[in-house]
């Protein structure tokens, strides 16, 4: 018996049946691993129906503070105070949580600069799995007299080199965007002075009453739609 065990057909028998177990294992091991991870990944794209990002466009840095470029993170930062919220400095922006109404607003103000806030608006949508007709992005615009706001559900990027970005990097424009006029009160080639420029003491006067009704605006955005917002507060 022992001299027929140590046969060499009996050895690679043995052999060829160690090797056909272990692949089979294997193959079981890899399809447990794949079952439960597949059940992650269904998960993780589940979206939540009640959840809006909120982008204020502006530059970081204090030197850019109160310009009329950076409107959109002062009106961020009202609605944060409002509900006594705190940033946090997280990745690519200045990053808060707010709930309202039974919805929950993530704020964000890139710091990635103005012309490269696509980046930035990507990996918070992709890290929330927010999708794009539950953004919102806040903005100047020349184009509009100071003080008057429009809210829309998607356009062309009017010259905004943030809105371009987010356009090129998300693609597409399909997505909500409320922009603030600040007036185009400047000389040929004072453009980047004027958008870069300090509020004068009237603008700054003015601020709080278009800045109170923006919040409100975004407020809507999340809670009675779109549609409902551009009818009430355009």
């Not at 109404?101 to 806030?117: A, D, Y």
Request: positive net charge.
């Amino acid at each position: 018996m022992l001299k027929y065990l140590k046969s060499p057909n009996v050895q690679q028998f043995f052999l060829l049946l160690r090797f056909l177990t272990f692949t089979k294992m294997n193959e079981i091991f890899q399809k447990i691993i794949t079952f439960f991870s597949s059940k992650g990944e269904n998960q993780s794209i589940e979206l939540d129906p009640m959840k809006y990002l909120i982008i204020g466009l502006g530059n970081p840095g204090a030197q850019y503070d109160d310009t009329r470029h950076n409107v959109g993170f002062e009106i961020l930062d009202k609605l944060a105070k409002e509900f006594d919220a705190t940033w946090k400095d997280d990745q690519l922006g200045y990053v808060v949580e707010i709930k309202h109404k039974g919805r929950t607003f993530v704020l964000l103000k890139p710091t990635t600069f103005m012309n490269l806030s696509g980046k930035a608006v990507r990996y918070w949508m992709q890290k929330h799995k927010i999708p794009k007709n539950k953004i919102l992005v806040v903005l100047d615009d020349l184009n509009l007299p100071f003080g008057k706001q429009r809210l829309r559900g998607k356009g062309n990027d009017g010259g905004h080199n943030g809105l371009k970005d987010i356009d090129k990097v998300t693609g597409g424009n399909n997505y909500a965007r409320l922009r603030i006029g600040i007036g185009g009160e400047f000389h040929k080639g004072q453009q980047v002075d004027f958008v870069l420029g300090k509020w004068s003491q009237e603008e700054t006067d003015a601020l709080p009453e278009i800045i109170k009704k923006a919040t409100e605006t975004i407020k809507a955005f999340g809670t009675i739609g779109l549609q409902f917002t551009m009818n009430q507060f355009n």
